[in-house]
């Protein structure tokens, strides 16, 4: 069968869907990956090609919304957050998001300037799907022109989730708010946007619209919200790129190791705006018997100065190279460096910068006895310090880590998804 991944253009959306697309492919069936070109993050169609997978561009940088490039998902001081605790019922800040969701989308997929003008993103994916005819198409839960392509040319189609389902969560509860006479809600805030891109092409806004056919989720078991939907679950299996293997890998250390990684698209915030202490911090780990590997990229390294011995600082790394020799990992609570770290089994000290579901994943390690947490908004040097070594040297973070490892291969790993997948396709084509 013919596959069409749709996804939103930033390399931290394309990383977990590379190892299914390679089981699907592997298995023998068309593959190919549809995303934004050069706009939000201009690496990701080179990202695709580089996983060995075949990539769409989706129209040419000068015909894609200029907002795009202002939403690369970056977060700053005043930009609110689209995090919010699902388990908290009477949480305002679910409402919070669904507003500037409701912007963000509107920018995204804007409304052509003139009646019968062309909507670059939507138009593009749809008369690609109309000419190639996919029978599956797995969209980003983000990516809402997806299942109006995959409805045009006769597609079954399914998100594919790679964090906490917030959209999921969002629509319930805007649903409900709905059918409350006693607010003051009458219309779902997202047809302003949604709804133009559905009657273009004569579809009505449904759930399906906007929560696919199925769903396959990729987050661990404990995390996925009790809600009304088919989750179809999938093995996270950690991609973090391609890299040549340095020399400094090539034997475990003499000494534990401790990895602070800043995340791809994240080390601007984490080191400038969330007020971590990198300084100070190689100060405080200077004395330990310890090597401690740093992802710095070479504006963060200029404000440095002298760098500890014990400390190596490197541009990138890809996880699954450092991490099977590590013994810690400090990092913000980002999906791809939490499954990295859960499936080499190595604590974790989550420093969590809340933009999706940050706080919820770092809960969840520390309840799982697999790491500690550090309060972004009062970071304590000599409590980061005290912190690590704890990671280090107390063996029962060892056994939570090996916990979660557990709790991961619970889910069926990608290639025992194919068949499933291809029989759910056969149904809902």
Known sequence: MRVLFTIFPATAHLYPVVPLAWALQSAGHEVVVASHAGVVDPGVIGNISAAGLTAVPLGTPDELPPALGAHSGEAKPDRPSLGFDPADAEDGAWRTARSILTGMFSLHYPAPEREGGRRPVLDNLVDFARAWRPDLVLWDPLMFPAPVAARVSGAAHARLVWGMDNIAVIHDRTKRELADLSTELTEHPWLSWFGPMLERYGLEFTDEMLLGQWTLDLTQSRMRQPLDLTYVPVRRVPYNGAASLPAWLHARPERPRAVLTLGVS????FGKYSGFPVVEFFDSVSGLDAEVVATLDSRQLATVGTVPKNVRTVEYVPLNQVLPTSSAIIHHGGGGTFSAAVAHRV???????????????????????????????????????????????????????????????????????????ERLTAERR
Not at 266 to 269: H, S
Not at 381 to 398: I, K, Y
Request: charge should be negative; glycine fraction near 6%.
């Open 347 to 421: 604590p974790q000290l989550v420093v969590p910068l809340v933009m999706w579901d940050e706080m919820v994943t770092a809960r969840y390690v520390a309840d799982m006895g697999a790491g500690l947490v550090a309060d972004p908004e009062s970071l304590d040097v000599d409590g980061l310090h005290q912190q690590l070594v704890r990671l280090l040297e107390d063996p029962s973070f060892q056994l939570g880590a090996r916990g979660l490892y557990e709790e991961m291969l619970a889910a069926p790993a990608p290639k025992d998804v194919v068949p499933l997948l």
């Open 266 to 269: 994240r080390r601007k915030i």
